[in-house]
């Protein structure tokens, strides 16, 4: 009775797994196709039936994951800030034991490449997604809690510090602003190591007031 039941459930895990990765392929298809057609022809261009003609797959295989063009748009999203909590996961790592300033620098730096990877993409997800959606409402709560663990671990305990959260308030919402600013709204005549090094600056230094 037992090997038949651990038969039974092997050949279940058999029929379940090309089904997920079928699954897999044809989100990320779809994804793929909406980045292609965003960048190509713009917001207006994006039409459900569009995106399952460039991805290869049924409209209704698109539908059975997406709804409609804000799902994608969401789905995106959530794709780029999951890069992101990965990203500041490997810098926390790195630099675990490091000074604060230390730190601030990396978070800084590893934000600001992270969105310079695709910048005509990231901005047209936040002209399109609302700014409370779900993801990221959760994502500056996380943000927030990298901030505020760093910088009340690190902070030297003979200096006077301000409200803490009022400070990681504060340094959170400049270090978004000014990651996204160096990549979308960059002066011409201002470089991105002359961005990221003026960022780090303003901040350290409203640290340091």
């Keep these: 009775m037992t090997g038949e039941v ?45 995106i399952a003609e460039i991805a290869g797959v049924s409209i209704g295989s698109l539908y059975q994951y997406f709804p409609d063009k804000n799902a994608i748009f969401a789905a995106l999203h959530r794709r780029h800030i999951e890069e992101i909590d990965r990203m500041i996961h490997e810098v926390l790592t790195r630099y675990a034991a490091s000074e604060l300033h230390s730190l601030i620098r990396a978070l800084i730096e590893a934000m600001i490449d992270a969105h310079t990877k695709d910048p005509e993409l990231y901005e047209l997800l936040a002209a399109e997604v609302p700014h409370r959606a779900g ?75």
């Excluded at 651990?6 to 044809?26: D, F, G, N, V, W």
């Excluded at 709560?141 to 006077?160: P, Y």
């Excluded at 470089?191 to 003026?198: D, F, Q, R, V």
């Design 6 to 50: 651990i038969r039974m459930s092997t050949k279940q895990l058999e029929r379940r797994e090309p089904k997920q990765l079928r699954a897999r392929h044809t989100v990320e298809a779809v994804l793929s196709a909406a980045v292609r057609i965003l960048k190509r022809e713009g917001v207006n261009g994006l039409t459900t039936n569009r």
């Design 135 to 209: 993801s990221t409402e959760e994502f500056a709560v996380r943000l927030h809690g990298v901030f505020r663990l760093a910088i009340s671990s690190r902070i030297h305990k003979k200096k006077k510090l301000r409200d803490l959260d009022k400070t990681v308030f504060i340094v959170t919402n400049m270090v978004e602003t000014l990651s996204h600013g160096a990549t979308l709204r960059r002066p011409p005549n201002v470089s991105l190591n002359e961005a990221k090094e003026e960022a780090v600056r303003a901040v350290l230094a409203y640290l340091n007031a």
